[in-house]
Each structure stands twice: as structure tokens, then as C-alpha cells.
């Protein structure tokens, strides 16, 4: 089955700065989707990327798929204390959408 | 507004007793799915359903037990043969399959002692 690593597990960061989580996959990426989490709450969907070099952007946030290297990147800048909480990528390999992998997740704190 | 609600939020159960997750959607979505969400572990799914009637096995599926008799209800079960099932159980849905995102309901903590 499909793996997803998640780095880093968590990162503390000051109000301001900019930071990036990865996801690398251990299969063919055919659709790749970003979600934040608020601790003890459901997924909110950020973005999805389906093919390689793909970069889409959001306010702040930016998520770029490297298709080669079964890897993606979400990158905040100028963060904010509501940029805090649990960032998943989740991960289709089948190719129909129909079962998603998740990863571990990225717990980000902003401080003032 | 359109959603999905999960009920309750938090389910206390003493070990041995089947009790059940509700899952409610009103985003006339036809794929419904159940994680389970552990410390450390991410997201973990257990069933889906594609359509009506019908379900499939996730990767985590013993256990548990679903139904899809209506479009909008997906509700799980989760048995006393489950070894482990203090956890946070999350209901998605999404439009149909293709590269549809999932939408999330906001989850039920279930405590088993």
C-alpha cells in the first residue's frame, strides 16, 4: 500500500516567517491533496494538485507537486496564528480518486 | 447550509458493547467514507461507498460494520470484536470519484473503557 511521509512532524515558527512541510509518497502520485486540521475537528480542504510541476496558490499558501519525485511541498509565507493547526497531504495511487492515503501530519504552531 | 454532520461528538462506551457513529450529508454527494485518526498514525480508512447498497472494505475494516441505505446516511458501527476502538473517527463524502476533494464532517471521539 501507499505511504506518505510527512516532514517536518512539527514545527513551531514566529509570526512572520515563512515555512514549508513536505509529503513524499513511496508510489506514483496521481492527485495530491492538502488539509488543515484544527485539533479535535475535521479536515478543511486547502488545495489539490494533479500534475507534475503543478503549483497553486491561496492567500499565503502555495502547494507544488514533483511528479518525479513522488513529492510535495506546501510553503507558507509571512505566517499568521491562524496559519496554526494539523496539515495532512492525502494521496490517490489507484488513479480513480476512490481511496485516498493519508499521511501523519505537520503540527504547526505560530508564536507572537 | 450544505454539510456533513457526524453525531455525537463524543461517545463513551464500556468495552463489549457495539455502539454506532451517525454520518449525515446533505451535499448530495453518491461516495461516502469512515477513517480512523489515531495520535501519530494520520488518517486510516476503514469503509467506503461508492453508491447505494453497496460498500468496500478499507484498509482497517475489522471490526467494523456500515450501511449505505440512503444516499445521505453512512453509518458505522464498531463492534466489541474491535481490539482497539478508542480513537477519533472522521465521515468524508465527495461528488463521485474522480479527483473530487473530500469534505469532512468535524468527527465523533469515541472512548472505550
Known amino acids: 500500500s501507499q505511504e506518505l511521509e510527512q516532514s517536518p512532524q512539527s514545527l513551531i515558527v514566529q509570526e512572520g516567517k515563512n515555512l514549508t512541510i513536505n509529503c513524499t509518497s513511496s508510489?506514483?502520485?496521481?492527485?495530491l491533496y492538502w488539509y488543515k486540521q484544527k485539533y479535535g475537528e475535521g479536515l478543511i480542504f486547502l488545495m489539490m494538485?494533479?500534475?507534475?510541476?503543478e503549483e497553486k496558490s491561496h492567500e499565503k499558501i502555495t502547494a507544488k507537486l514533483d511528479e518525479k519525485k513522488q513529492q510535495s511541498s506546501l510553503h507558507i509565507t509571512a505566517s499568521q496564528p491562524s496559519h496554526a493547526g494539523i496539515y495532512l497531504c492525502?494521496?490517490?495511487?489507484?488513479?480513480?480518486?476512490?481511496?485516498?492515503?493519508f499521511g501523519t501530519g505537520t503540527r504547526l504552531q505560530v508564536t507572537l | 447550509d450544505g454539510g456533513i454532520t457526524q453525531s455525537p461528538k463524543y461517545l463513551f462506551r464500556k468495552e463489549g458493547q457495539n455502539v454506532t457513529l451517525s454520518c449525515e450529508q446533505n451535499?448530495?454527494?453518491?461516495?461516502m467514507y469512515w477513517y480512523r485518526q489515531d495520535p501519530g498514525q494520520g488518517l486510516r480508512l476503514i469503509y467506503y461507498?461508492?453508491?447505494?447498497?453497496?460498500?468496500q472494505k478499507g484498509d482497517i475494516a475489522e471490526g467494523y460494520s456500515v450501511s449505505r441505505e440512503k444516499k445521505e446516511s453512512f453509518p458505522l458501527t464498531v463492534t466489541s470484536a474491535q481490539k482497539n476502538p478508542t480513537a477519533f473517527y472522521l465521515c468524508?463524502?465527495?461528488?463521485?470519484?474522480?479527483?473530487?476533494?473530500?469534505?469532512f464532517g468535524n468527527g465523533t471521539r469515541l472512548t472505550v473503557t
Open positions: 468524508a463524502s465527495s461528488p463521485d470519484t474522480s479527483y473530487s476533494p473530500l469534505h
Open positions: 508510489k506514483t502520485l496521481y492527485g
Open positions: 494538485l494533479q500534475k507534475g510541476g
Open positions: 492525502g494521496a490517490d495511487s489507484t488513479g480513480t480518486a476512490s481511496k485516498l492515503t
Open positions: 451535499l448530495n454527494h453518491d461516495a
Open positions: 461507498s461508492q453508491i447505494v447498497n453497496d460498500f
